[in-house]
């Protein structure tokens, strides 16, 4: 099924609960809530979509997925994070090295792994994303929307659904920057340093297109969230914003 614990995407993380490799503690992702990811998946495919889901942590996301009706493999290089995910197929393993054998009509590639500061370890993201991909499929992505990472700086950054996050430390090196952020919940604190590399939109494409992937269209405002699919590819499941199946909640 792949290996794990190989990744070079190696970050530190502080407080309650096991960590990742990358630094994310099991019991911080536990306490937080599923966001607007599940509904904006859902926007742009059918009700009994097959989706692949790289990073998934503790469930936060995919356990929605499956409660909405898609049909999920989730994947995470942490057994410990795994442990959560409900409902779905789990599979632990690196995503640079994962070969599951099988296309799926959605990948999701979150948690800004695509900010990684190593050209080689994006582009294996992305072959992973495409080689799991069917030819009329459909890729989200999930970036560091670049003009916040064009102007982050230290502070207070506010409270949203019961988290405080302030960022402790910012250091620029060309287009790679470290951060520090710290979180608060209820008096608890969890903290991650990273680092991740600021790309612009040409930076994206040329990456998807040397995985034989192409940009579409953003799904936010923020531009957080890029919708990508198989270069040549006619998609049936784009949606024209009328005729999806999927249940939003
Ligand atoms: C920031 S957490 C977010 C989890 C989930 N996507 C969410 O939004 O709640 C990132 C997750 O990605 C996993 N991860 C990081 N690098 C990975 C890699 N190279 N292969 C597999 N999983 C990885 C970590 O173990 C962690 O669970």
């Not at 889901?53 to 999920?72: I, K, M, P, S, Y």
């Not at 057994?79 to 409900?86: C, G, N, P, R």
């Not at 064009?150 to 430390?169: A, F, L, M, P, Q």
């Not at 608060?184 to 939109?201: A, H, M, P, R, Y």
Request: negative net charge; glycine residues 10%.
């Amino acid at each position: 099924m792949g290996n794990s614990g190989k990744s070079e995407i190696r970050f530190e993380g502080t407080g309650r609960g096991k960590k990742s490799i990358d630094g994310c503690s099991v019991e911080f992702y536990l306490n937080l809530k599923p966001g607007p990811e599940p509904d904006m998946i859902c926007d742009n495919v059918s009700a009994g979509t097959s989706v692949l889901e790289l990073g998934c942590g503790v469930g936060r996301v995919t356990n929605a997925l499956v409660e909405r009706g898609l049909v999920v493999t989730a994947v995470d290089n942490s057994q410990d994070m795994l442990a959560h995910v409900q409902g779905a197929n789990s599979v632990c393993s690196d995503i640079e090295s994962l070969n599951l054998n099988k296309k799926f009509d959605a990948v999701m590639l979150g948690s800004f792994l695509i900010n990684s500061p190593k050209e080689t370890i994006r582009h294996d993201l992305l072959k992973t994303c495409r080689k799991h991909l069917k030819n009329d499929g459909v890729l989200f992505v999930e970036c560091h929307p670049f003009a916040l990472l064009e102007t982050i700086s230290i502070g207070d950054k506010g409270e949203r659904n019961g988290v405080h996050t302030y960022i402790d430390s910012v250091e620029r090196n060309g287009n790679t920057l470290s951060l520090q952020l710290r979180w608060e919940i209820d008096g608890e604190t969890w903290t991650q340093s990273f680092e991740t590399e600021i790309l612009n939109g040409r930076k994206l494409q040329e990456g998807l297109e040397r995985c034989d992937l192409k940009f579409v269209r953003w799904l936010d405002d923020s531009k957080s969230w890029l919708l990508a699919n198989v270069e040549g590819a006619v998609n049936k499941s784009i949606n024209g914003g009328n005729s999806f199946q999927c249940r939003r909640q």
